[in-house]
């Protein structure tokens, strides 16, 4: 699947901060990011629609989103936490009521 | 909250055995869920392989199937006869079809299907 590609495929941090990024290359404007921890299903985080953060759930501040185009989507994290440790999908839909999701590849982040 | 309970893997069958993974959902707050199944190849994202919206309906794709059983609150996944290449991670989920709620789907904790030659 490379229409939606995440990068980097594995990340391990100390406490330090980065970036993960996201590009769909499919013309859906709504993009979210999911965070899956181990033995537990995929919770959304954030869900942009033509850029606009239309849904941001309860995570932590140290999670901040970023939408720069409707088709790319960054997640900037800063002193990574060592329970942040999980896959992070990226993944895209025609638009907000679609629920027809189409997932990247994922980030796993480690933190030691 | 809205939650969905799947059958515990690892599931291990042989190929052309049948399958069935059973998935149950509790919906407090809407009616009437649309309800999927995901399926997480080796390497590769999350990727939908049916969907069904009316209750009573059948899902199928790529030999698999699902009803949509609103009085037993079940949506579970069959396949008559599976093969090696059907190993992956799949996953039931709900959505809320009003726009109040839109884009989130409640996931199941994934059922990893291994199948053997």
């Known amino acids: 699947n490379t229409k939606i590609t995440q990068s980097p495929r594995y990340l391990i941090l100390g406490r330090a901060n980065k970036s993960l990024e996201c590009e769909q290359h499919?013309?859906?404007?709504?993009m979210y990011w999911y965070k899956q921890s181990a033995e537990k299903p995929p919770e959304l985080m954030f869900l942009?629609?033509?850029?606009?953060?239309?849904r941001n759930e309860t995570v932590p501040s140290r999670f901040i989103p970023e939408c720069p185009d409707s088709s790319k989507l960054l997640l900037h994290i800063s002193a990574v936490d060592p329970e942040d440790s999980a896959v992070y999908f990226c993944a895209s839909s025609r638009d907000r009521i679609d629920e027809r999701l189409f997932f990247g590849h994922g980030t796993k982040l480690s933190v030691l | 909250g809205d939650s969905v309970t799947q059958t515990e893997g690892p599931v291990t069958v042989s190929e052309s055995e049948s399958l069935i993974i059973n998935c149950t959902y509790s919906a407090t707050s809407i009616a009437y869920p649309n309800l999927f199944w995901y399926v997480r190849y080796p390497g590769e994202g999350l990727q939908l392989l049916l969907k069904?919206?009316?209750?009573?309906q059948k899902g199928s794709s790529r030999g698999f199937e699902a009803t949509y059983n609103k009085e037993t609150t079940s949506f579970h996944l069959q396949k008559a006869s599976v093969q090696e290449s059907d190993s992956a991670v799949y996953y039931c989920a709900l959505g809320d079809p009003g726009t109040q709620v839109v884009g989130q789907l409640t996931f199941g904790r994934g059922t990893r299907l291994q199948v053997y030659a």
């Open positions: 069904v919206i009316t209750a009573g």
């Open positions: 499919l013309g859906h404007n709504a």
């Open positions: 942009y629609n033509l850029k606009q953060l239309i």
